[in-house]
């Protein structure tokens, strides 16, 4: 069983960036998609990005150009670089895991969640 510790999280001022991580253990090496999604209050949980076993990324169009998602070599650690933050970044983000195939941006899609961790961006 995959389990999913998201760190990085804070409060960061519009323009600024943040790092999340995602700590992945328990046959983590098979897992073929990892996403990055955010869930902000009174709204549904979106997709932000995310990386295949063999690389492929994919993100949101909200996030192109300021977000990178990428892996440990050991594909133990997700990451999340959040570049030039705005307050409608501002959620709770969530770390997922999936070994079925089909990665996409939809929930549904994953199987494996972490806790979370918040972020808060201020304007």
């Known amino acids: 069983q995959v389990q999913l510790v998201e760190s990085g999280g804070g409060s960061v001022q519009s323009g600024g960036s943040l790092t999340l991580s995602c700590l992945a253990s328990?046959?983590?090496?098979?897992?073929?998609?990892m996403g990055w999604f955010r869930q902000a209050p009174g709204k549904e949980r979106e997709g932000v990005a995310y990386?295949?076993?063999?690389?492929?990324?994919r993100y949101t169009d909200s996030v192109k150009g300021r977000f990178t998602i990428s892996q440990s070599n050991a594909k133990s650690t997700l990451y999340l670089r959040m570049n030039s933050l705005k307050p409608e970044d501002t959620a709770m983000y969530y770390c997922?895991?999936?070994?079925?195939?089909?990665?996409?941006?939809?929930?549904?899609?994953?199987?494996?969640w972490g806790q979370g961790t918040q972020v808060t961006v201020s304007s």
């Open positions: 997922a895991a999936d070994w079925r195939g089909g990665c996409s941006l939809l929930p549904a899609n994953f199987a494996a």
């Open positions: 328990g046959y983590s090496d098979r897992m073929y998609c």
């Open positions: 990386i295949t076993s063999y690389g492929t990324t």
